[in-house]
C-alpha cells in the first residue's frame, strides 16, 4: 500500500477516535416488552365480546410500528386471572428486564371499586369464573420488574388505580415516582364507554381505544404527536385523549410528563382511518343559536351522520341522539376529502349548562360505527357557578407527589389556572381555556394537578405558592385565589423518587 495511502487512513483513524461522544450515543438503547390483557366474557355483568379483543389488536399493532422494537408482545385474553395468576403472568412477559428498560402493561376490561370506594378493581373472567384484580394486587406484580413501568387501563373508574379523578384532592398513589408512566381511560368516579349499535350490541371497540390507536398509530397519521418530532410522550398522548375521547376523562401520571410512549418513523405509511385529523372552531356553545363549526378528512367514500349525544341526570343518552345525515351528493354517500359542516345545539337545550358529545358515524345498511367523539360544553346559562377551591397544605414533587387541587364549580365551564408565587408572579400555567368535564363527583367540580415544576420544565424552589384560576360562564368571567401550600423538599436522609 502506498505510503501516502496509509497516512492518510491513519489521520482518518485518528478523527474518528478522537470525535467526542454524546452521552446519547454511549446511552444503551432500552428493551421494550409489553402484556396486553383483556376479558370480554363475564359471568356477573354484560359481556362486550369483540370490544377488548379488537382494543387489543388495535394496540398490538400500533405498538408493532414502534421504531424501537418491542422483544416481545405477550397477550393474554379471557383469563381469571387472581393476584397470583397475574404476577405470574407480568413475571414470564417481562421476564430479563433491566434498569433502562421499558415494560408496557394495557388492560381492556370491565372496571370497578372496592368496597371503600378508594382502590380500582379489574373484573378478571373467563366466561365460567371470575377474579377481582386490585390496584394493590397490580402493583405487586409490576413493582419488582427493573425499569420503566408503562400503564394504559381501559376500564371504568380506572382513574382510581393513580387516585385522580376522586372525590378529595389527593397528591399520591402506590404508583408514584418516576419508574412509573400511567394512562387512564377514565376518572376514579366515571365509566367508560364501548361502541354499541342502535340494538345496543356491542360493536368495535371502545371509544377510548379508538382515540388511543388514531394517536399512535400510522392509521391515524400518529394524531397525538402535536409537535410531529417522531416522539409521542405521555404528556403529548394524555394531552390528546383528552380532545379525542369526550365520554370520560382520560387521567395520567406524572402530570405533563415527556416519557416516550412511541417513537416512530415519520415516514410510517398504513390505510387510515374513515375519518382523521377532526377539529372544532370551538369546543363551547356561549349563545343561543351559535353553530357549531368543525372540519375533518374523509379518507373514503361513505356514508356519513353527525350526531349530538346529551348529558342528562349524569349519564349520556346514547340511544337519543340528534341526528343529522351529511347531505353529500344527495343520496348521503360523501366523497373523500376535506369536509367543513355547522351544527345547532337542540332548541329544548338553549339557555342550559351542560355537556354533549359531537360524534361523526359512517352508516354502512343499518349498522352505524362511531369514528369520533368528542366532548362539547354548553354554557349559556347566566348563573354563579359558585367556584370553591380545595386543596391540600403541602406536597414533595421530588418524592412523586403532585400538588392536587379540586375547582368546585356549578355546571359547565372553561377556566384557565395559574400556579403563583410569594410574589404573585406566575410560575407555571396549569390550564390554558380549559373545558370543565363531566367527572361524576359527588359534588361537581375540576381537577387540576401541579407536578412542581415551572413552565421552563425546571423544578420550583421550596416555598409558599397559590393556585389561581380565572373562570368563564355564560359569557361571564369569575376569578378565585386558593389558599397557600406549600412545596417541600425530601428530608435528608429520605431517597427521592425523581429524576
Partial sequence: MPRRVLSGLLALLFLLVCLPVSSEMLAPRPVLRALLVACDDFVSMADTTPSSYNNLIAIRQALLRDSRGYRGIRVSLNQALDAEGFARLAAQAFEGAAEGD???LYLSTHGLLNETGDDFIALMSDGAEERLLDGAAIHAALEPVPGTKVIIVDACYSGALINKGMDSPLPSSRFGGRQYKVLTSAGGREPSFLWVDSLGQVRGGSYFARAL??????RGRFAADFNRDGVITLGELHDYQLRAYGAS??????QRDDFPILVYDPSSQAIPFTVTGLE???SAFHAEGEPLWFSYTLHR???????????????WRFQQPQSIMEPGRGDGVVLPGRKAAALTVQ????????????LLVTVQEDLSTPETCVLLSV??????????????????????EEAAFILRHQGALTYSADILDENGAVVCSLARGQMSRPLHLQQEGSCLWWDGRTDTGEWAPPGAYRLRVSARSGGKRHTITGE????NLPKEGVQARGD
Avoid: H, K, N
Avoid at 249 to 254: D, F, G, K, W
Avoid at 301 to 315: I, N
Fill in 102 to 104: 421499558i415494560s408496557l
Fill in 213 to 218: 390507536a388514531e394517536g399512535i398509530s400510522a
Fill in 249 to 254: 376523562t382520560p387521567q395520567a401520571y406524572p
Fill in 280 to 282: 372544532l372552531e370551538t
Fill in 301 to 315: 367514500t361513505s356514508r356519513l351522520a353527525y350526531q349530538l349525544v346529551y348529558e342528562r341526570a349524569g349519564s
Fill in 347 to 358: 332548541p329544548g337545550l338553549l339557555g342550559l349548562s351542560g355537556y354533549a358529545l359531537l
Fill in 379 to 400: 354554557q349559556q346559562g347566566e348563573a354563579d357557578p359558585e367556584l370553591a377551591l380545595e386543596g391540600l397544605p403541602a406536597f414533595s414533587p421530588q418524592m412523586g
Fill in 484 to 487: 397557600a401550600f406549600r412545596l
